[in-house]
């Protein structure tokens, strides 16, 4: 299946198309975060801290760097 398409219009907007918008389920008036990549730009859904809190919970931290091997 080719990859959807995406039209920028005169006014510099972007209409996503529907079946990845359903595909991903992404509604009206959600947030999304736009990041610069290379020569492109990656969209994903707002996350917050609150979100992301706890989920490194367990994670092997052996041989990480601390701040004493800082300059």
């Not at 992301?52 to 760097?65: D, P, S, V, W």
Request: proline fraction near 8%.
């Amino acid at each position: 299946m080719p990859a959807p398409i995406a039209e920028l219009s005169p006014r510099h907007r972007i209409e996503l198309p529907k079946e990845l918008r359903e595909e991903l389920k992404w509604k009206p008036g959600q947030k999304l975060m736009l990041m610069r990549r290379h020569d492109g730009v990656f969209i994903c859904p707002e996350v917050t801290f609150e979100q992301l809190r706890g989920i490194a919970k367990g994670a092997n931290t052996e041989g990480c760097r601390d701040r004493n091997d800082r300059y």
